[in-house]
């Protein structure tokens, strides 16, 4: 090999080094850049989810240490007028009235953020919105908790919570089924969360995909979102008529904040 020779193979070598260089620096900064957009779009759904529960939680506190003792104070205003005997009878209505007013209150303060669920936890939410939801086309529910004690943080308890209902709330409006079945049990560090119904099922994919300003909805896309903000997974399976099974792997020390 002579000298021109070497100085070539030399130059060969020094632009494949350089090219490979060039290639590895391109596809690490790729690989970077999607891992960032992802970690940003998680916080912005993870930002998205905190403002609407807390916005929930301020409607409906205002709704009923606010709005509700005022509406109390009318009618004890009403109640002490004193009036001729024609009109007892239009007091009598009115505070009927002021009564269905204060129940519809208590009931959509409840609605956006349930008292069960902040006072007494997840398993007693549940059992309460499962009672309520019992029976309505003909659904039978059945829901157990598998777990002694339950202990996980509140944020974490919300979206678990909203999961079930929108779960529940789906089967009873699309499934055509009569049972759901919905458990929660524990295996090491993880929470599982598994629903089944026997109903007419249907394709996840494609119905999560759909346009909501067209004939989608938001519910299993928010599935999808409150499970990706608890740092877990999801799992579904359906087929014609046999209905539709999920499974919801949470782990239970994850921070919501991540
Ligand atoms: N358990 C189920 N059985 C059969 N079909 C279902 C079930 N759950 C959801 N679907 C189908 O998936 C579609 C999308 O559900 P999704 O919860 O996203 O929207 P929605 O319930 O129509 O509206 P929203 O949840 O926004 O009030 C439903 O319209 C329905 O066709
Ligand atoms: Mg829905």
Not at 44 to 61: C, F, G, M, P, Q
């Amino acid at each position: 090999m002579d000298a021109k020779e070497k100085e070539l193979y030399l130059a060969i070598i020094v632009a494949i080094v350089l090219f490979s260089i060039i290639i590895i620096y391109f596809v690490t900064s790729l690989i970077l850049y999607q891992r960032r957009f992802i970690a940003l779009q998680k916080e912005r759904i993870n930002a998205e989810i905190n403002t609407l529960e807390n916005e929930r939680r301020r409607v409906a506190s205002e709704l009923h240490d606010g709005i509700g003792p005022l509406i109390s104070s009318v009618k004890l205003y009403i109640n002490s007028l004193d009036v001729g005997e024609d009109d007892t009878e239009i007091v009598h209505k009115a505070g009927t009235y002021i009564d269905d007013i204060m129940q519809n209150i208590r009931q959509i303060s409840n609605n956006l953020m349930p008292n069960t669920l902040v006072r007494k936890g997840l398993d007693a939410a549940i059992k309460e919105f499962v009672d309520k939801a019992d029976n309505q086309n003909g659904i039978k529910i059945s829901y157990s908790c598998e777990i002694p004690e339950l202990s996980i943080n509140k944020d974490m308890e919300i979206n678990v919570f909203r999961i079930v209902q929108e779960i529940i709330n789906n089967t009873i409006k699309h499934s055509g089924a009569s049972k759901l079945i919905i458990k929660l049990t524990q295996q090491e560090k993880m929470l599982l969360l598994q629903t089944s119904d026997n109903g007419k099922g249907f394709d996840f994919e494609s119905m999560k995909n759909k346009d909501v300003s067209k004939e989608g909805g938001l519910g299993l896309k928010n599935l999808e979102s409150r499970v990706d903000v608890l740092g877990g997974q999801l799992f579904h399976q359906s087929s014609p008529n046999k209905g539709v099974a999920f499974i919801f792997e949470i782990p239970i020390n994850h921070s919501t904040n991540n």
